[in-house]
């Protein structure tokens, strides 16, 4: 191919440089806008890539050499109007081809320097040739600095729509604009955090990763320890307080009062030639008397025996030193026993309703039993035994009521005070199916308990301890135990024929005669002939009493001083 002579135009000069602008350097040959001007005696290059904005492209012009007429001729006559910049197009030009503007780099970004002599291709300036838009040595406003005149020389930079390098690979295909691909861009920049705003993010970031924490903290121990609470964990522990935890109690707890008096307890266990039965009694002094009820040892008559055993185990036998039916009660002793803890005693007349008790026996002979309640009520008049059909089995008793559980074999034992004092022996109880005989009954405690009051127990126990039987206090008149009104009725005959007021006795220096009707004692009424003995024989002989008797439908008081007969 024959090149072009340094200062000689190129073929073709006649179509316009695009812009309106010529190539001012000689010796090059303007192209299509976008070619690297030809170097001298170098072969020109095919620029059949298409140029940017829209620059004619797609045919290889020859340039420098060649015959004008071997020209393809154009399908139209030349344009008359047709003036520069624009030139004329040919007719076998295809429609420009959609460009897209270049990204412009940040502030402050520097370009980089293409590399001397690269083609100038899709849109990137050539050498020599500032960045478009921008201004270089020699630009002018309003326009693109003319070919060859020097400026910034700017690095290619990718195509921020399609990706795609500056400098294709030969025979690369531009890739498709998809309008729905565009990445984003970001425009500006943000202004930079301050060390504060830092600080408080951080905090706050810090406080929700605690509360998070301590959120799945909760809910993960929660279901844990649901877990272990049904399921629990491999062997099971059970806890109980150390083994030397303090023993002792308050003195007025059911505790430190059982464990006071329960040395003094003994459990007695009787036989005879017909029967025999089990009972409960308690230590009266150091030289072995022991106080009981009559019907315990009542089995063992005269010939039978008795086992004392004591709340340690200790056992030993005993003899019956005296017993007395209207009291129901008894004084057995044991000899030759050391270490006997007696009882201390209480005074019957100062205990008042609602104070607590203890009650301690051996109901159906299980010893040292112990149970608890209050004084329901006093002065019970009550009788017990009978069996006989004589009534010199009888016993009549002004008791105390208690609620704390008796059962056969309480019987004998003691009822205690907060204190540990004895101001009651357990005698009787009232049960579902009427028996009122602790033992005999055979039955349980419904809560109705009654005990013969010390007081009266202390008077007998002495009698019986130094004289071997117990005198009874008497009025000395025999009482009608057929009358059903309300009171206790003199009979008009006494026993064997004989006068009813017995002769210079109590009830006939009072002023008594036969017929007449006592209804009160001291004030109090009496309702029955069994009253007013158990109210007699409450008190000790020589006792003075106020008695209200009723007689012809008047009532008077008489002043009677108690007489006193011994014990059968």
Not at 107 to 125: D, E, I, L, M, N
Not at 127 to 153: L, R, S, Y
Not at 461 to 488: C, K, M, W
Request: proline content about 10%.
């Amino acid at each position: 191919m024959p090149v072009a002579e340094p200062g000689a135009p190129a073929q073709g000069a006649d179509s316009a440089a695009l812009h309106g602008t010529t190539s001012a350097e000689p010796g090059v040959a303007a192209a299509s806008r976008g070619a690297a001007p030809a170097e001298p005696g170098a072969p020109v290059q095919d620029t059949s890539a298409p140029g940017p904005h829209g620059s004619a492209g797609g045919e290889s012009i020859s340039v420098g050499g060649g015959d004008a007429a071997e020209r393809p001729r154009p399908l139209h006559d030349p344009d008359p109007y047709g003036t520069p910049p624009y030139g004329e197009p040919g007719p076998w030009a295809p429609a420009p081809p959609v460009q897209h503007p270049a990204a412009t780099p940040a502030h402050g970004t520097s370009f980089s320097t293409a590399p001397q002599g690269g083609p100038h291709v899709y849109g990137t300036p050539a050498q020599g040739t500032p960045a478009h838009g921008t201004e270089g040595p020699g630009a002018h406003h309003g326009g693109t600095p003319p070919h060859g005149t020097p400026g910034a020389a700017q690095a290619p930079a990718p195509d921020p729509y399609s990706g795609a390098s500056p400098h294709p690979v030969p025979g690369e295909t531009r890739p498709a604009y998809d309008p729905w691909n565009v990445p984003l861009q970001q425009i500006g920049s943000l202004p930079p955090e301050t060390q504060e705003k830092r600080q408080k993010r951080g905090r706050r970031v810090l406080l929700v990763g605690v509360a998070l924490i301590a959120l799945v903290s909760g809910l993960i121990g929660g279901a844990t320890g649901a877990y272990l609470e049904r399921n629990g964990t491999g062997d099971v522990e059970l806890r109980q307080p150390d083994a030397d935890e303090s023993k002792d109690r308050p003195k007025g707890s059911v505790a430190g009062i059982a464990s006071a008096a329960l040395p003094g307890v003994v459990t007695l266990h009787v036989s005879g030639d017909s029967a025999q039965g089990t009972g409960t009694g308690f230590v009266l002094d150091g030289k072995g008397h022991i106080l009981t009820n009559n019907h315990v040892v009542e089995p063992a008559g005269t010939g039978g025996e008795v086992s004392v055993t004591f709340s340690g185990g200790e056992t030993a036998k005993a003899e019956v030193i005296g017993r007395d039916s209207g009291y129901d009660l008894a004084v057995v002793k044991v000899s030759g026993v050391r270490g006997l803890r007696p009882l201390p005693l209480g005074n019957s007349e100062n205990v008042q309703v609602g104070d607590p008790v203890v009650a301690i026996g051996a109901p159906f002979d299980l010893e040292n039993t112990v149970t608890s309640g209050i004084i329901s009520a006093k002065e019970r008049p009550i009788t017990a035994g009978g069996e006989k059909g004589d009534g010199s089995d009888i016993s009549y008793v002004d008791a105390l009521q208690t609620d704390a559980p008796i059962n056969p074999g309480n019987s004998g034992g003691p009822l205690v005070d907060s204190k540990a004092r004895v101001i009651g022996i357990n005698s009787a109880i009232r049960s579902a199916n009427e028996g009122s005989d602790a033992d005999r009954g055979q039955a349980g405690s419904i809560g109705l308990g009654f005990a013969i009051p010390i007081n009266q127990g202390k008077r007998v126990a002495e009698e019986l301890i130094n004289f071997g039987r117990a005198t009874h206090p008497v009025i000395g008149v025999t009482l009608d135990t057929r009358f059903n009104g309300d009171g206790a009725r003199i009979a008009d005959k006494g026993k064997n024929g004989g006068p009813a007021v017995n002769e210079d006795g109590p009830g006939d220096r009072a002023g008594l005669r036969p017929g007449d009707v006592i209804t009160e004692v001291d004030g109090r009424a009496v309702h029955s002939s069994d009253e007013l003995i158990v109210k007699v024989r409450a008190h000790r002989p020589k006792d003075r009493l106020r008695l209200t008797v009723e007689r012809d439908g008047d009532d008077r008081e008489v002043t009677l001083v108690l007489g006193s007969a011994a014990s059968d």
